[in-house]
Structure formats: C-alpha cells, structure tokens
C-alpha cells in the first residue's frame, strides 16, 4: 500500500496538477462543444508529452524547463480553445490555410462578426496559466523513485517509437496542433514554389469563334449567396436592378465545391476539382489556356493581395499580361481597420481594359462583394434594410451588401454594352459567378461560411448568370441554344474551368465537354459530393 501510495505521488509530480489542467481544458471545452468531433486520444496523446519536459526538470531543478512547457501548452490551449469556441470546431489544415490568406483587417472584421461571451473562458484559462508559470513545483530529487521515472519515460517512449517506425507519428503520435501545422508548413513550401513560377504555360489552345474580335469577361463575386437574391426568389427585394433584365440567362442549381475562397477559386480555375485533385504546379489553369490561345488576359482585382504570404490567388492574378488591385486600403496587415474599399473602384480600370486595342481580351473582375464584415461592402446610400435586434441586424446589413452587388453587377454588364463594338463580328460573354455562399442564420443559426461538420447548403449554393452579346447571339445560334436548355442542371463550379473554355469555343486536348454546362455531353449524373464528404443532392 505504502508502494502504491509512493508511486501515486510520484505521478502527481511528474504530471504537475495546474499544468495537466492547462493542457486538457481545451480538450474538455472541445467535448462540451461538440463531442462528435472531439478525440479523446488527444487526452492520452497530450499525458504522453507531459514528462518529456517534467521529468528533466525534476532531474536538473532548471525552473526555465517547467515555464517553457507551461508557455508551449498555454499558446497551443489558447488557439484551441478560441477556434473550438469561435469555429465550433478542432484546428484543422483547412482552418490555418484560410487564416493564413487572411489580412490583419479581415480579422478584426471576421472577430467582429463571430466574437461571443463564450470567448471570456480565456479569462480564467490566462489566469491559470500565469498562476502554473510563476508557482513552478518544488521537487527534491530523492522524493522519487528513478525506477518510476524510468518508467514513466519508458512508456512515452514505447508510444513515440511504436508511431514512428509505422511512419504514423505525425498523424497519430503528436498533438493535433502539431500536426496541423506540419501539414501546414507542407502546404507553405508548396505555394512558395508555385510563386516563383508565375509564367503561364504554352499549351496547344485556339478559339475556333470566326469573329474579329472577342472577349471574355469573368465577374468573381465574394461570400454571395442566392438564397439572399430575390433573382432567386429571396422575400427582401436585394435585386431590383437584375430583375428588371431581360438579357441574363439565370443557373439556378449551381454550388461551389469548397466554402473557402483559396480552395474554391483554384477549383474553378484549373483542370483540378474536388474528385480529381491536382497540385498547383501540375495542374494546367484557365490563365495559362487562354494565353495560349491568343488571348491578352487582364486581372483587375478590389481583394486584397496579401496574407501571411502572397496567396495563389494572387499567382494566378500575376501570372495575367496585366492585373491591377484596386483595393489600397487593406494592401498591408497594419491598414486602419475602419476603411473601406468599394467594388465601384472597379469600374475605371475596366472600362480601360474593353477599351485597350487588343483583338482577343478574357478579363477577371475579383469583388469583395459581400465578405464580412457585411456593413463595410456598400455605401451609404444603400443602407436600406434594417433589424430591430443583433441578429435581425446582421441579416440586413448583409441584404444591403446584396443590394449594393445587385448595383455593381448591373453597371460591369452596362459597361461592357456601352463598350460594345458595332461590328457583327465582334462577340463578348460574360459569366457572374461567386466563389462561395454565406450562411447568415440560414442554418444552424450561424453566421460566416465555416462549419463544423456537415456543411451548411447556405454555404455553398451560389449565383451563377450568363450574358451573351448580340454577336453572340448571332454568330453562334445553336451553342446558345444548348446554353438556354442546360440552365436548370446540377452544376459544381470547380468544373468552371471547362466551361469557359466552351463557352469561348477553345480548342484544347484539356477540355472535356462532359464536364461544361454549356456542351450537349454536359453529364448531368455527376454526384455532388462536396468538401465535407456528403452528397449535396441526398441532405
């Protein structure tokens, strides 16, 4: 008894009460949160790691060894902590990527959007840890046993080993942040690779159009969702302007594979999609198809262009002849937070670019369009709707946002008819299109487009409008017929990529035609089984 009793207090020394609280409350917030997408091998993994700092400080008494632990283990609770509090669920690759591509203005914005009271356990997890870094436990060498110790190590070693020879210990022998983050820095060598090659590729590309002139113009919305378009039949009127058109032909059973901008945007512009993933430096991209079939590309953005590093989506944007950002008010992480950068800054060089002398012009117009915080992406005079409490709030700022991308969406289509050249020859199209939804209380009652497990149809159920010029028209009668017939089929937009080039009759041994909503083969049958794993067509 005297033995059980010694060894008892031997682990309770080894495993320092305060510090084994540090390191579990995050994992205890992560069951209360949501117990389906907590593990509680993290428990056993992170009991694992304790003495590997403990136990060399109980041996050489270096007070530093104890307070570098506490620190490691309270920067790695407070991460997790507010991501399970704030995203309702455990860091992920995914989580840290968005992040990563996030600006010290979308930040504040996005804290501001999602910010509850649930975040004020960080209170009492702070004051925790400054109690364990200053009150470091006295320990006196011959109080235990080096058999317990050697033990103790023992057992974390067998458990590292056993990992590591089974090459899993990344994956299941380290923490979860750990493991993130290795994953992470995988991703980070990657993109710092694909940045140093910004050329496009030559690839054998022709327009098959018999027309003089041709272009193409592409407008990538942000954070939009149909289910807040009255074009789709939302109650509140946040399309006055698209409504009264009569020359847009409306997909209405269109989703975007990924609820994040970077996953989404690289989706649609490269032959990679969410079935067949591809990496970014093997994978052929829209820039480098249009380039080569003689087209001068243009890539006029009010997105920011830079995150922790500069994001592929700015590869994509350099890799153009000529791209230009517009938004100079959120360019640096230490921008006054309070700014703001309207999509009508869009306007002048656009109109610069139809009007560039050039024969062939495919030209991508990047919105902020409706990314929170939803009060700052529109102008005063459109502050129509309104709520009557937070939420009810919420909502009508971001209706505005909408009424105001109604706005914008109308005058880039109204541009490119005024700019219109009168020859018969001459054939623009253009797509609107956003990269993902928004769920703004749709479902879940939430707000912002994360999600913890299955992901909300809010989420993804984007807009997704053709307008065709009278050359169009004329020049290719029966490609506008199928385009007509086809606008009512389940689409994903990660195969945007072959559909462009079908709208703009590019010739490629990339294009495959089962795969454009704009061809006859369109195949219809394909399952729509999106990020989370799940069927969107079976929920």
């Given at each position: ?8 207090k031997?682990?309770?020394e ?15 917030t ?9 593990d509680s091998r ?34 790695i609770?407070l991460?997790?902590?507010g ?14 990527l ?6 010290y ?6 804290l ?12 009492p ?5 400054f ?12 109080k ?7 033990a103790?190590?023992l ?7 056993e990992?590591?020879i089974?090459?899993r210990f990344?994956?299941?022998g380290v ?20 940045m140093?090659?910004?050329d496009?590729?030559i ?28 074009l789709y039949?939302?109650s509140r ?11 847009l032909?409306?997909?209405?059973n269109?989703v975007?594979p990924?609820s994040?901008t970077?996953?989404s ?14 990496s970014?430096?093997?994978?052929i991209?829209?820039i480098?198809?249009f ?19 500069d994001?592929l989506?700015?590869v ?9 950002f ?8 230490f921008e ?7 999509d009508s ?8 670019a139809?009007?560039e ?8 117009l990047?919105?902020?369009g ?14 129509i709707f309104n709520?009557?409490?937070n ?8 209706d ?19 700019n ?15 990269d ?9 009652d ?11 149809n809010a989420?993804?159920e984007?807009p ?22 086809n ?7 990660d195969?945007l990529?072959?559909s462009?080039?079908?709208l703009?009759?590019?010739q ?11 061809s006859?083969?369109?195949n ?16």
């Open positions: 008894m005297k033995k059980f009793y010694t060894a008892l031997a682990l309770k080894i495993y320092p009460p305060y510090l084994v609280l540090l390191v579990i409350t995050p994992i205890i992560g069951f209360i949160i949501d117990h389906e997408l907590s993290h428990i056993i993994i992170n009991l694992i790691w304790i003495p590997l700092f403990t136990i060399p400080f109980i041996l050489v008494q270096k007070r530093i060894i104890y307070q570098l632990a506490t620190l490691i283990y309270f920067l609770g991460i997790e902590i991501h399970w509090i704030i995203l309702k669920g455990p860091v992920t690759l995914t989580s840290l968005v992040m990563s591509n996030t600006n203005l979308e930040a504040i914005e996005f501001d959007l999602k910010a509850t009271t649930g975040l004020l356990i960080l209170i997890y702070t004051f925790l840890f109690f364990s870094f200053r009150h470091s436990p006295k320990y006196f060498q011959s235990i046993k080096p058999y317990i110790i050697g103790v190590l057992v974390s070693a067998i458990f590292i080993f990992n590591a089974h090459e990344i994956r299941k923490p979860q942040i750990v493991k993130v983050s290795f994953s992470f820095i995988d991703k980070i060598n990657l993109y710092r690779e694909a140093q090659e910004i496009p590729r690839l054998n590309a022709n327009s098959t159009f018999i027309a003089s002139r041709q272009t193409f113009v592409l407008i990538l919305g942000e954070s939009c969702s149909r289910q807040h378009m009255s039949g939302a009127n946040t399309n006055p302007k698209l409504e009264r058109r009569n020359d032909i409306i997909y209405d269109v975007s990924y994040n970077l996953n945007v690289l989706s649609m512009f490269s032959q990679s999609n969410i079935e067949r993933k591809i970014f430096e093997n994978s991209d829209i480098d198809v380039y080569s079939a003689g087209f001068k590309t243009y890539w006029i953005s009010n997105q920011s262009p830079i995150g922790i590093w994001n989506v700015t994509f944007a350099k890799k153009s002849d000529y791209f230009k517009v938004n100079t008010t959120s360019n640096s992480s006054a937070i309070l700014t703001t950068s309207y800054k869009l306007f002048k060089p656009f109109i610069s139809l009007k002398d050039v024969s062939k012009k495919f030209i991508v990047h919105l902020m409706s990314h929170s915080s939803y009060s700052k992406r529109y102008p005063s005079d459109f502050d709520g009557s409490n939420r009810e709030e919420t909502i009508a700022e971001y505005n946002s909408m009424l105001y991308n109604d706005f914008i969406i109308d005058s880039l289509l109204n541009i490119i008819i005024t219109d050249s009168p020859q018969n020859s001459s054939i623009i199209s253009a797509i609107y299109l956003s993902h939804g928004e769920n703004v209380y749709d479902e879940l939430r707000v912002g487009h994360d999600y913890s497990k299955e992901l909300p989420n993804v984007v997704f409008i053709v307008w065709l010029s009278p050359g169009y028209l004329n020049l290719n009668p029966e490609k506008v017929k199928v385009i007509n017939s606008r009512n089929k389940p689409f994903v937009s195969d990529f072959h462009i080039m079908d703009n009759g590019i490629s041994s990339y294009l495959e035609e089962e795969r454009s909503i704009f006859e083969k369109f219809e049958a394909r399952q729509r089984i999106l990020e989370d794993g799940k069927d969107y067509d079976k929920k």
